[in-house]
């Protein structure tokens, strides 16, 4: 068992940088790879980014590619998401999670319990 834990959200302004954090503890060498998801009030939760965590391969989706950065400090059992370039639309709570590192959300066996981010314009 994998439990997960995200910190760092909040509020920035249209164009800000944030960083979230997702602490993993328990089970960790079981980890395959780390994801992160959003969800916003009325929409169905959506895929933002996976890294691999042996090998460090990254998977975005298109809406974030070129803004968002995932990372992880493998010795610190810890996962990175660096956002830069924020927009009103990223405004959501922000999850992590331990599974296949695809875009499924059913490959996702563990959850953090979420971060909120708000951006103002």
């Known amino acids: 068992q994998v439990q997960l834990a995200e910190s760092g959200g909040g509020l920035v302004q249209a164009g800000g940088s944030l960083r979230l954090s997702c602490a993993a503890s328990?089970?960790?060498?079981?980890?395959?790879?780390m994801g992160w998801f959003r969800q916003a009030p009325g929409k169905v939760r959506e895929f933002v980014a996976a890294i691999n965590w042996s090998g460090g391969r990254t998977y975005y989706a298109d809406s974030v590619k070129g803004r968002f950065t995932i990372s992880r400090d493998n010795a610190k059992n810890t996962g990175y998401l660096q956002m830069n370039s924020l927009k009103p639309e990223d405004m959501a709570v922000y999850y992590c999670?331990?599974?296949?590192?695809?875009?499924?959300?059913?490959?996702?066996?563990?959850w953090g319990q979420g971060t909120q981010v708000t951006v103002s314009s």
């Open positions: 999670a331990d599974g296949s590192g695809s875009s499924r959300l059913h490959e996702y066996d563990y």
């Open positions: 328990g089970r960790t060498a079981s980890i395959y790879a």
